[in-house]
């Protein structure tokens, strides 16, 4: 005798689903953990422009102390290139002996900015003696 036709077991729509809710899941983690490596690459970037940036302003800051105390009369407003970025020195301030320079650091849009205030001595012979030296928001 024909065997009764039943109907069709539905394992091969729960392992079908179960395949689908898991690929769903597994591209949903990619996603993210993908999204965080690309944050963490930006922050690192950004951490790497600033201090490229608070570099060049040191930098502008020593040569515009070396050439202060090679010149009691200089002036400052000059830019330096360095590698890929520019650091100015604007205009140094002088009060009798004390000079006071301001230096900025500048990577792509990352800006950072020095304030120095140093005496000149000149006994033996020329030097500089920083006051103060810091990192600031404006001049």
């Known amino acids: 005798m024909p065997q009764p036709l039943s109907s069709p ?11 689908i809710v898991i690929g769903a899941v597994g591209v949903a983690l990619s996603f993210a953990l993908m999204s965080q490596a690309i944050t963490g690459s930006e922050i690192s970037l950004s951490l790497d422009q600033s201090a490229r940036a608070q570099a060049l302003a040191d ?3 020593e040569k515009a102390l070396d050439a202060i105390r090679q010149d009691e009369n200089y002036l400052g407003n000059e830019t330096v290139t360095l590698g890929t970025g520019t650091c100015n020195i ?3 301030v002088k009060a009798g002996s004390q000079y006071t ?3 900025v650091g500048t ?3 990352v800006i950072r900015k020095d304030k120095i205030v140093a005496n ?3 006994v033996p012979a020329p030097v ?3 006051v103060s030296w810091q990192e600031v928001a404006d001049f």
């Open 90 to 92: 604007f205009a140094t």
């Open 9 to 19: 077991q539905p394992n091969g729509f729960i392992a079908l689903a179960s395949v």
């Open 120 to 122: 000149r001595l000149t």
């Open 101 to 103: 320079v301001t230096a």
């Open 128 to 130: 500089m003696q920083l």
């Open 107 to 109: 990577v792509k849009t």
């Open 59 to 61: 930098a502008c800051s």
